[in-house]
Each structure stands twice: as structure tokens, then as C-alpha cells.
Nanobody, 118 residues
């Protein structure tokens, strides 16, 4: 079993920054990719950013240029630096980890709230 623990959410003013962290623990030999998704009230969950095992990154359109995803493979951790935050970034942010070994699995964290005030 794999557990994901997110941290770093909170309340910030528009224009501010936050850094989210996620650590995956459990029986993990190889991870395909890790990423962040978000879900605002009344909206579907959407991709924020993802990073593959070889460091290839992918961002949602509204996050490009403002958010940066990074990864510490040795610690099974992923980070999201969020800059120039706007109230539209307010959402619950979820960490996702797709494991390859010892068995294929798709895991999600519990979510961390990010609130951006105007």
C-alpha cells in the first residue's frame, strides 16, 4: 500500500506564493510519474502539473509560467512552487502518484486547501 501526505497549503493574498509538498511512502520500487491536480467548488478536477520519472513536465494551461513542479526521486517526493497566485487558484490540491513497481497502482493524497484572497 502507498500513502501520500501533502503539506504546504493555506491562505495567501493575491500575488503571493505557496509551496506544496507531497511525500509517498510504502512499498515503492519505481514511480512512473507524480503530479498535482486541483478541484474548485462546483468544478471538475483538473491537472495542475505532472512530472515523469525522467523529469518531463506537463502543466495545465493557466499554470504555465506561474507554477513549477519538481521532484526528489530519492525521497519519493514532489513539490509545487506556485507564484503570482490569483483567487481563481483557490481549490483543494491533490497529489497523485502512479507507481510501476512492485505493482502498478494509482494513488491520491487527501488534498490540501489553497485559498487565495483578493
Amino acid at each position: 500500500q502507498v500513502q501520500l501526505v501533502e503539506s504546504g497549503g493555506g491562505l495567501v493574498q493575491a500575488g503571493g506564493s505557496l509551496r506544496l509538498s507531497c511525500v509517498a511512502s510504502g512499498t515503492i520500487f519505481s514511480i512512473n510519474d507524480m503530479g498535482w491536480y486541483r478541484q474548485a467548488p462546483g468544478k471538475q478536477r483538473e491537472l495542475v502539473a505532472s512530472i515523469s520519472s525522467i523529469g518531463k513536465t506537463n502543466y495545465g494551461d493557466s499554470m504555465k509560467g506561474r507554477f513549477t513542479i519538481s521532484r526528489d526521486a530519492a525521497k519519493n517526493s514532489v513539490f509545487l512552487q506556485m507564484n503570482s497566485l490569483t483567487p481563481e487558484d483557490t481549490a483543494v490540491y491533490y497529489c497523485r502518484c502512479r507507481v510501476f513497481l512492485p505493482r502498478v497502482g494509482d494513488y491520491w493524497g487527501q488534498g490540501t486547501q489553497v485559498t487565495v484572497s483578493s
